[in-house]
C-alpha cells in the first residue's frame, strides 16, 4: 500500500539528512556555534539539537495527519477484497513528488529557489546576537532545548524536503518517523561545527547539495512510481 513506510523511504530520509551536512553547516552552522557552541559544554549541544528534532518531529506528525485525513475524507470503497487506495491519497503523492523534484531540480541549480522556498541567513534574524548572550549567559539546559524547538521552524530547503515527504505518508506516526530519521542524519554535522571537520564540510557544500539534491529527486521519483503504480490497481 502506498501510505506504508518502506525501508527505501527510511533510507532516502536517512541519506538525505546525512548529505545535507554541508548545507546544514553553511546555514544553521552559526547558529550553533553562537548558542550552545560558546559554552564549551557538549550537553548544551544535545538539549539544543533535542528541542530542534522534537519540532521536526512535531511538525512531521501533523502533515503526515492532515495527508492521513485528507485521504480518508475521500473514503475507502469496500466494494472488494482488493484494498483500493483512495483518490486523495493519490494527489496528495504526486503533488509531493512533484515539489521534490523542484526542491531537488534546485538544489542542484536547474532551476531557481522558488521565492517562498528562499533560505533565511540565520545570522541575519532579528535578535539572534541577544539569543546567543542571553543563551550562554544563563547556561541552562532549558534555554538551549527551547532555543532549539524555535529554530526549528527556521525555512530551509532540506527540511522543506521532509516535510513534504511526510504529508503522503500515510499518518502521524508515520510522518513523525520518516521526520525523525531525517533529523538525526542531520545531527553528527551538527555537532562537528567548531572542530576542524566543520571546515572539511564547508569546503566540498557544493557537493553535498548535489547529493542532497539528486536524493529528493530520487525521492520524488520513487514516489510518484509508487502513487502511479497503485492507480493502475
Given at each position: 500500500?502506498?501510505?506504508?513506510?518502506?525501508?527505501?523511504d527510511?533510507?532516502?530520509?536517512?541519506?538525505?539528512?546525512?548529505?545535507?551536512?554541508?548545507?546544514?553547516?553553511?546555514?544553521?552552522?552559526?547558529?550553533?556555534?553562537?548558542?550552545?557552541?560558546?559554552?564549551?559544554?557538549?550537553?548544551?549541544h544535545?538539549?539544543?539539537?533535542?528541542?530542534?528534532?522534537?519540532?521536526?518531529?512535531?511538525?512531521?506528525?501533523?502533515?503526515g495527519?492532515?495527508?492521513?485525513?485528507?485521504?480518508?475524507?475521500?473514503?475507502?470503497?469496500?466494494?472488494?477484497?482488493?484494498?483500493?487506495?483512495?483518490?486523495?491519497?493519490?494527489?496528495?503523492s504526486?503533488?509531493s513528488?512533484?515539489?521534490?523534484?523542484l526542491?531537488?531540480?534546485?538544489?542542484?541549480?536547474?532551476?531557481?529557489?522558488?521565492?517562498?522556498?528562499?533560505?533565511i541567513?540565520?545570522?541575519?534574524?532579528?535578535?539572534?546576537?541577544?539569543?546567543?548572550?542571553?543563551?550562554?549567559?544563563?547556561?541552562?539546559?532549558?534555554?538551549?532545548?527551547?532555543?532549539?524547538?524555535?529554530?526549528?521552524?527556521?525555512?530551509?530547503?532540506?527540511?522543506?524536503?521532509?516535510?513534504?515527504?511526510a504529508?503522503?505518508?500515510?499518518?502521524?506516526?508515520?510522518?513523525?518517523?520518516?521526520?525523525?530519521?531525517?533529523?538525526?542524519?542531520?545531527?553528527?554535522?551538527?555537532?562537528?561545527?567548531?572542530?576542524?571537520?566543520?571546515?572539511?564540510?564547508?569546503?566540498?557544500?557544493?557537493?553535498?547539495?548535489?547529493?542532497?539534491?539528486?536524493?529528493?529527486?530520487?525521492?520524488?521519483a520513487?514516489?510518484?512510481?509508487?502513487?502511479?503504480?497503485?492507480?493502475?490497481?
Amino acid at each position: 500500500m502506498l501510505s506504508a513506510v518502506t525501508t527505501v523511504d527510511m533510507l532516502s530520509m536517512l541519506t538525505l539528512g546525512l548529505l545535507g551536512t554541508g548545507h546544514c553547516i553553511g546555514m544553521c552552522g552559526p547558529l550553533v556555534f553562537a548558542l550552545p557552541g560558546q559554552t564549551g559544554r557538549f550537553s548544551a549541544h544535545i538539549y539544543y539539537h533535542l528541542g530542534r528534532l522534537i519540532t521536526y518531529v512535531a511538525l512531521g506528525g501533523l502533515l503526515g495527519g492532515i495527508g492521513a485525513g485528507l485521504s480518508a475524507v475521500a473514503g475507502q470503497p469496500a466494494s472488494s477484497a482488493v484494498s483500493w487506495l483512495p483518490l486523495a491519497q493519490v494527489a496528495l503523492s504526486i503533488l509531493s513528488a512533484a515539489l521534490l523534484l523542484l526542491l531537488g531540480l534546485a538544489r542542484l541549480g536547474i532551476v531557481r529557489e522558488p521565492e517562498w522556498l528562499l533560505f533565511i541567513d540565520p545570522t541575519k534574524l532579528p535578535g539572534h546576537s541577544r539569543w546567543g548572550a542571553g543563551a550562554s549567559r544563563r547556561k541552562a539546559p532549558a534555554s538551549f532545548f527551547i532555543t532549539g524547538m524555535v529554530l526549528g521552524f527556521l525555512p530551509c530547503g532540506l527540511s522543506y524536503a521532509a516535510f513534504i515527504r511526510a504529508l503522503p505518508s500515510g499518518g502521524l506516526t508515520e510522518g513523525m518517523l520518516l521526520v525523525l530519521i531525517f533529523g538525526l542524519g542531520t545531527v553528527p554535522g551538527l555537532l562537528l561545527v567548531g572542530t576542524g571537520a566543520s571546515h572539511l564540510f564547508r569546503r566540498y557544500r557544493r557537493q553535498s547539495d548535489l547529493a542532497s539534491g539528486m536524493v529528493m529527486i530520487g525521492m520524488g521519483a520513487w514516489l510518484a512510481v509508487r502513487a502511479l503504480s497503485a492507480v493502475r490497481l
